[in-house]
């Protein structure tokens, strides 16, 4: 590829979000140095003031598109990437701060802001591929890092990255975990949910809440009935399935047809 | 650089900081007559959408906010939240919170000292470009990032936004024998932590005097973390629901986040700093040995010196969090629970960049009514404008560039977090 | 007691020795393996392996004696997309021969009709040449073959040579013809009634989409020929080729192990239900 | 059901039979309290055991109760052992060298499984066969299976129905019946079970014992039935594959496989190629199950692409085509996907409403 003595040119941008995708680059601790032997790092503002400009044979993303700067910002972005990757669920499915997508946005900018009219904020916190070509798509809240290495891992070889995307549940159960819908009777968004967190929440005893976003075919109705059947009121179940990645395609056209 | 003349000094979008940010600095007559921290991180609206939630997602909702930090936040609800409902936390729930609290300092501090502060020191542009010179060094934080990581991740899950943290303590017991999978290399993870400061004691950092406020929680018998008396050095101790009073926010055009002043309109640091001088002698005395070797005692009197503060607090962390396990005994219940009743709290506990403060309200169902959050980074923006102004002079004796860098390291000094800071409720307004 | 435990599904490299491009979108592969593999019969396939990459089963197109193994992959995936990217002298791994081939003893002294759609001439080249090569031990032979348009058609330049074999006929249709086009025009199905084979007497061996080769049996039976005159090759997900992953049931059979060559009354049950 | 000769013994009888598994060095496997649930684990001592705690398995439900009940099949089947859930198969590094994975195979005792799952072992070394996962045959090579027969069957089981349970009378090495708390039937199943209890000078059971256990175990075997039977299933879920009941099953199925993971027998995997920062790269085998959308996904198609067809599947391959495959069942009757089933399907009652359509029709 194109960087110095054939590195891959790499760059990491942030728009809306935490910061804790790009935690995941840096909490790589040794793996990143190993990784720094085949990849130099152009752009990655957090870890560098070295900021080279583009073109760059991948470009991670992190965070979803909330403002009419970052509109034009992955616009750039893409027009000087060869790959891009959408790296956490901010960046997929356009994350947690997505939760405002379902309120009235006057009233959310009158909620914090004595002066809302300071503020420039695209209505919607939206998913990247709303506005460009992703080529490779890592969800989570935060993304696993291994995954996310992975994924380079695969760049680097220059083949197709690929993760599978079946339900959260039989990460749970390749792990030993004990079902927690099952045992305990607390609803948990595994079965619509894709494996690739290590099926944390359960391994803590807990539902999970969808950090990672759906599976490619999700079944959100058939577990809202079995959320009603534990015992939750609907609007209950909405707000639990209305979580980190309410904003993806399924859950959003769930949700908006459980709540007509 | 020349006197008369006017000019400007623009950081456009500062570097090695967490998030979104410029510094516009003017001058006029020699002298810089105007600063600005531009604070474009987009705004997020937790306030808005954690109303309507449940008490019980508080945590994990404002994690969140940030990924650096995410264990402050989930502190801070956690203890508000617990007010609330008069939840009594037990011993052990208690100790695991301040071990992953703890963990999450190790983690932040040598991200912020040795990845995005010390390259400023040395001339550098990042921390890659410290590798060569100083290998051990790099080694050193990796490893000691990975320990204080590992500590959160055996607790909560994973170090970024954690999920074994609840309401009424944590979702599951986490059993002794897990904690000690820690304590294998700890006898190395403690030369590390000291080395670390050593390194961090022999970089040439800027002397410079100027009067501050500093403010932090002050601890009873240990060095602050989850809770404590609000403090400064002008003699004040209040308890944290009174926080509020003292202090008054202003929303500016040019900034996504509020900054914070005293009432009487004087700015304030919070964060390691002002920890280390208030609590000094709640250090660890094996903390406290290597730094007086090294000359260095309280108060530090200049914001430079905030990494020498990090890098103690690093050690004291993982001094501290050896001892925890030592005492640690797994509880019979992982968590408590409370009949749900309305109310209002307000809690405070030490983010690793300073005082972070929550204030709920929940209706007898237990939904979030209200919201709101003041993250340290906002409460230091107006002391980071002052900052520059403060050493004014030894920027302007520099040429351009090298002022611009020093403009960058003067905020770099306050490991700003900016997603946390796009955060504001209730103000004053300044119109610019 | 530590152990090593040595997979059964081991590849073998293979050294890529040729590549001819076919269509936009294929290549046939020649593969030197650096060790003997059994030889394959016709209508057998292979896994093809990259490291780190990902395996795929592939028919074998052709079989020479000194061991060299010829593929026709179509660049459609994660393995397909790769191995399009190697060249002349990069090593590749092969699992197999695995399956049951086409039923070649079945064939002697009958007519052999060929239906073959898109990439799916491909597993039937082998019988072609074992025609060609013992011509007198076989009927009259008929090769049907269609493509979506004239430029995917595979091994153009042979048609010339599979004509020149004496007693054989070679009809070629596209659904869409470009300028250059002289032939038919339409699915391949159509030209079935035109096949000059015995159907009392002539067995027919058909590859392709699923979709034309249900059109292909209806055409087929239409002309006479029985559950066990006709020959399918099918297709599913596959990961092992062993019959082990489970992910290439069709009914009760693994197409790995049992097919992938099908006698039509075999399959009758479930070919036409759909999503089986 | 009933063959072989049966010796008498009490709780002490057990725990030294225990006792002598030890003393000839096998790791023993057994059920355990651990979460809240039973599950197989390695045991360091008999009173690990959970005798005295029952467990209710419902549609969907686990809980446990300390009430001086039984248990019955514990979360983990002994899949988890010999089949696990992820496995490296090889290492292949940068010039085409390849390495293989060791691992630690110790003899090791499975101690009061359940029939049911004695019969899925039976069935897996059926399904591996010549061809076999390595390991699996290792695994298996160095396994003593000493199985507890069920007097008292759980709501979700169904081993009679299946013909595994449930009193085992093959393929172990001892079986024991509980009885009652003083009264412990052992039963050798092989020269090696012969002789360990030997060790334990037991008395051949009286008369009356055998009645007792007779009449306990056909009780067992009363409770322990679905609501269809074997006769002609394979044939009356062929004449119905267009059946509602998929369809309508699939509107409360969540497609997250649990049920395929759970299964003793299930053993569908994937493989994932990991390329690494040096140039090497990893194989690596781990569980799948037909109800995974990507099951009989191929480049540029799919062949089950409904919920329902997937659904589907599992019932014609367990209850169907793995007769012809491997000569039995694919079930056993064990009760996991009912039980660990998040959305509370019941197998059973799918099967009956389908056999039902069938004979509707057939009224007509
Ligand atoms: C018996 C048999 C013979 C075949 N012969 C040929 C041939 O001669 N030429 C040719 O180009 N193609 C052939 N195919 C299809 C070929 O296997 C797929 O195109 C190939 O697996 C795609 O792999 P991929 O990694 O590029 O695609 P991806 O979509 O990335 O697939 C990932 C994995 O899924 C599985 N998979 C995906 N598609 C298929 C598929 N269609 N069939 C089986 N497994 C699949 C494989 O395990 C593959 O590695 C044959 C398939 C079978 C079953
Ligand atoms: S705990 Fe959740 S993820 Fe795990 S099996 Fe149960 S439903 Fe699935
Ligand atoms: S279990 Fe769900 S919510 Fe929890 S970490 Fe995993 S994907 Fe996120
Ligand atoms: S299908 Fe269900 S009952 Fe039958 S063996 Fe599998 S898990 Fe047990």
Redesign the interface.
């Known amino acids: 590829m194109s960087g110095i003595n054939g590195k891959i040119r790499l760059a990491v941008f942030k728009l809306t979000s935490c910061s804790g995708c790009q935690q995941q680059i840096i909490d790589l601790g040794e793996?990143l140095l190993?990784?720094l032997?085949?990849v130099e790092i152009a752009y990655f503002l957090e870890a560098s003031s070295d900021a080279k400009p583009g073109p760059y044979d991948v470009a991670l993303i992190e965070g979803s598109v909330s403002t009419p700067h970052e509109e034009k910002l992955v616009k750039n972005i893409r027009e000087n990437s060869k790959i891009v990757v959408s790296v956490g669920s901010c960046a997929t499915y356009g994350g947690i701060q997505a939760l405002r997508n379902w309120m009235e946005f006057e009233e959310v900018k009158k909620t914090v802001y004595e002066k809302p009219e300071w503020v420039e904020a695209l209505e919607k916190s939206r998913p990247i591929s709303d506005f460009i070509k992703v080529d490779y798509a890592i969800s989570g809240c935060p993304a696993n890092k291994l995954q996310l290495l992975?994924t380079l891992?695969?760049i680097?070889?220059g083949?197709r990255a690929y993760h599978?995307?079946?339900?959260l549940?039989?990460e749970c159960?390749?792990?030993?975990n004990?079902?927690v819908?099952?045992?305990?009777?607390e609803p948990?968004l595994?079965?619509?949910i894709k494996e690739g967190c290590g099926a944390l929440c359960p391994s803590y005893?807990r539902g999970c809440y969808g950090c990672f976003g759906p599976?490619?075919?999700?079944?959100p109705?058939?577990?809202a009935?079995?959320f009603e059947?534990l015992g939750l009121s609907r609007e209950e179940v909405a707000s639990r399935i209305r979580n980190v990645t309410s904003w993806s395609e399924p859950i959003r056209r769930f949700l908006e047809s459980y709540e007509r | 650089m020349s006197g008369k003349d006017y000019f400007e000094i623009r950081v456009k979008q500062l570097a090695r900081v967490e998030g979104e940010g410029g510094v516009w600095v003017k001058v006029k007559d020699g002298k810089i007559d105007y600063v600005e921290v531009n604070i474009f991180e987009p705004p997020r609206f937790f306030e808005a959408f954690l109303k309507g939630r449940s008490y019980l997602e508080a945590p994990d909702l404002t994690a969140r906010i940030c990924g650096i930090c995410p264990l402050a936040y989930v502190m801070a609800s956690s203890r508000a939240m617990e007010k609330i409902l008069g939840i009594k936390v037990s011993d052990a729930a208690n100790k695991l919170r301040e071990m992953a609290f703890y963990g999450e300092w190790i983690e932040s501090h040598v991200l912020h000292f040795a990845f995005l502060h010390t390259p400023d020191f040395l001339g550098k542009h990042s921390v890659f470009e410290i590798a060569k010179e100083h290998p051990q060094f790099l080694k050193d934080a990796i490893a000691a990032r990975d320990w204080g990581n590992k500590v959160i991740e055996i607790i909560g899950g994973r170090p970024v936004h954690p999920v074994g943290f609840r309401v009424g303590g944590l979702h599951r017991i986490i059993k002794k024998r897990e904690l000690e999978q820690l304590l294998g290399n700890y006898d190395e993870v403690k030369r590390i932590g000291r080395r670390l400061l050593e390194f961090i004691l022999q970089l040439p950092i800027p002397e410079i005097r100027y009067d501050m406020v500093f403010m932090s929680l002050k601890g009873e018998k240990e060095y602050p973390i989850l809770e404590g008396v609000v403090a400064n050095n002008l003699g004040d101790e209040f308890p944290e629901d009174e926080f509020e009073e003292r202090i008054i926010a202003e929303q500016k055009r040019y900034s996504n986040a509020l900054h914070y002043r005293l009432r009487d309109g004087r700015p304030y640091i919070t964060g390691p700093l002002a920890r280390f001088n208030l609590n000094y002698e709640l250090l660890s005395p094996e903390v406290r040995d290597v730094l007086e070797e090294f000359g260095f005692k309280p108060p530090l009197r200049n914001t430079y010196q905030s990494i020498i503060a990090r890098a103690a607090e690093t050690y004291h962390a993982i001094l501290k969090i050896g001892r925890l396990i030592e005492e640690y005994r797994e509880p019979s219940r992982a968590y408590e629970e409370a009949e749900v009743r309305a109310g209002e709290a307000v809690a405070i506990v030490e983010a690793p960049r300073g005082m972070l403060y929550h204030r709920y309200r929940i209706d007898d169902g237990g939904r979030i009514l209200y919201a709101d959050i003041v993250p340290p980074t906002a409460q230091n923006y107006a002391a980071m404008e002052e900052d520059i102004l403060k050493v004014g002079d030894l920027i302007l004796k520099k040429p351009r560039e090298e002022a611009q860098r020093l403009v960058e390291t003067t905020i770099r000094n306050y490991d700003p977090c900016i997603s946390c800071s796009v955060h504001m409720i209730r103000l004053r307004i300044i119109e610019e | 007691?530590?152990?090593?435990?040595?997979?059964?599904?081991?590849p073998t490299?293979a050294e890529i020795i040729n590549i001819i491009p076919e269509t936009p979108d294929t290549k046939t592969f020649y593969f030197k393996p650096k060790a003997k593999l059994e030889k394959p019969k016709p209508g057998q396939f292979t896994e093809i392996y990259i490291?780190?990459?990902?395996?795929a089963p592939v028919s074998v197109s052709g079989i020479e004696s000194d061991g060299v193994i010829i593929q026709t992959v179509r660049s459609?995936?994660t393995l397909?997309e790769y191995l399009f990217k190697l060249g002349r002298g990069d090593?590749i791994?092969l699992r197999g021969p695995y399956g049951k081939g086409w039923p070649m003893e079945k064939l002697k002294d009958k007519d052999v009709l060929i239906v073959g759609g898109g990439i799916g001439l491909a597993p039937l080249r082998p019988v072609i040449k074992e025609v060609e090569r013992n011509r007198r031990d076989y009927g009259r032979l008929s090769i049907l073959y269609g493509a979506r348009n004239p430029s995917l058609l595979l091994y153009r330049y042979e048609f010339d040579e599979y004509r020149k074999i004496p007693n054989s006929e070679l009809l070629l249709t596209v659904d869409r013809a470009d300028e250059t086009w002289t032939g038919n025009v339409g699915v391949v199905t159509q030209l079935i009634p035109k096949a000059s084979v015995d159907p009392r007497n002539a067995v027919a061996l058909v590859c392709g989409p699923e979709i034309m080769m249900r059109f292909t049996v209806k055409a087929l039976e239409k002309q006479g020929f029985k559950g066990n005159q006709i020959y399918l090759s099918l297709?599913?997900?596959m990961?092992?080729g062993?019959?082990?992953?489970?992910?290439c049931?069709v009914?009760?059979y693994?197409v790995c192990r049992n097919g992938p060559v099908f006698p039509y009354w075999m399959i009758k049950?479930y070919f036409w239900?759909?999503?089986? | 059901m009933f063959s072989g000769p049966l010796y008498s013994g009490g709780f002490s009888e057990l725990k030294r039979l225990f006792q002598e598994i030890r003393d000839r060095n096998y790791r023993i496997v057994g059920p355990r309290l651990e979460?809240?649930?039973v599950?197989l684990g390695e045991l360091q001592s008999f009173e690990e055991i959970p005798y005295g705690v029952s467990d209710v398995q419902r549609p969907?439900?686990?809980?446990i109760r300390v009430d001086g009940g039984r248990f019955r099949t514990p979360?983990?089947s002994p899949k988890?052992l010999l089949y696990p859930?992820?496995l490296t198969?090889?290492r292949?590094t940068k010039d085409?060298k390849?390495e293989?994975?060791?691992?630690?195979?110790?003899k090791t005792a499975l101690f009061g499984i359940k029939p049911c799952d004695l019969a899925a072992i039976k069935i897996m070394d059926r399904v591996?066969g010549e061809?076999?996962?390595?390991?699996f045959l290792?695994m298996r090579e160095n396994l003593l299976l000493v199985v507890e027969n069920c007097v008292e069957p759980g709501e979700n089981c169904f081993c009679a129905t299946m013909g595994t349970g449930p009193a085992a009378s093959t393929g172990f090495d001892i079986a024991y019946t509980r009885l009652d708390n003083s009264i412990i039937l052992f039963q050798p199943g092989s020269d090696l079970g012969a002789d360990i209890l030997g060790e334990l000078s037991l008395e051949p059971a009286t008369p009356d014992q055998v009645g007792a256990f007779r009449r306990a175990i056909l009780k067992a075997a009363e409770r322990a039935k679905a609501g269809f039977r074997l006769e002609n299933l394979p044939d009356i879920l062929?004449l119905n594959?267009?059946s509602k009941v998929y369809r309508e099953i699939a509107?409360?199925?969540?497609?997250?496989?649990?049920c395929n993971?759970?299964c003793p027998t299930c053993?569908?995997?994937?493989?994932?190629?990991?390329?690494?920062?040096?140039g090497?790269?990893r194989r690596i085998r781990?569980?799948?199950?037909?109800h995974?959308?990507?099951?009989?996904?191929?480049?540029?198609g799919h062949?089950?692409?409904?919920?329902w067809?997937r659904y589907?599947?599992s019932i014609?391959?367990k209850f169907?085509?793995?007769?012809?495959?491997f000569g039995s069942f694919g079930c056993v009757g064990c009760g996991r996907c009912i039980?660990?089933?998040?959305?509370?399907i019941d197998l059973r009652e799918v099967i009956s409403k389908i056999v039902e359509e069938v004979e509707e029709r057939c009224r007509k």
């Not at chain 1, 159960?173 to 030993?176: A, E, N, T």
């Not at chain 1, 599976?215 to 079944?219: E, G, L, N, S, V």
């Not at chain 4, 169907?320 to 495959?325: F, G, I, N, P």
């Open positions: 793996l190993a990784l032997d085949r992975s891992k695969q680097l070889i083949r599978r995307e079946e339900s549940c039989q159960k390749r792990k030993g004990v079902c819908v099952v045992a305990k009777g948990c595994g079965p619509i005893g599976t490619i075919d999700p079944k109705d058939a577990l009935k079995r059947d | 007691m530590q152990e090593i435990v040595r997979s059964k599904l081991t490299p490291p780190g990459v990902g395996e459609i995936g397909t090593l791994g297709e599913r997900r990961k092992c062993v019959g082990l992953c489970g992910h049931q009914g009760p693994f049950k239900v759909d999503q089986i | 979460d809240g649930v599950r969907g439900y686990y809980r979360l983990d988890q859930p992820e198969i090889f292949v085409w390849i293989y994975p060791s691992y630690r195979f110790e591996q061809l076999g996962d390595e390991y290792k062929e594959l267009e509107e409360r199925c969540l497609g997250c496989a649990n993971m759970v053993f569908c995997f994937d493989i994932i190629d990991e390329p690494e920062l040096d090497s790269s781990i569980w799948d199950g037909c995974s959308y990507s099951y009989a996904q191929v480049a540029g062949f089950r692409k409904d919920l067809a589907r599947h014609l391959h169907v085509y793995w007769l012809r495959q039980t660990w089933c998040p959305a509370g």
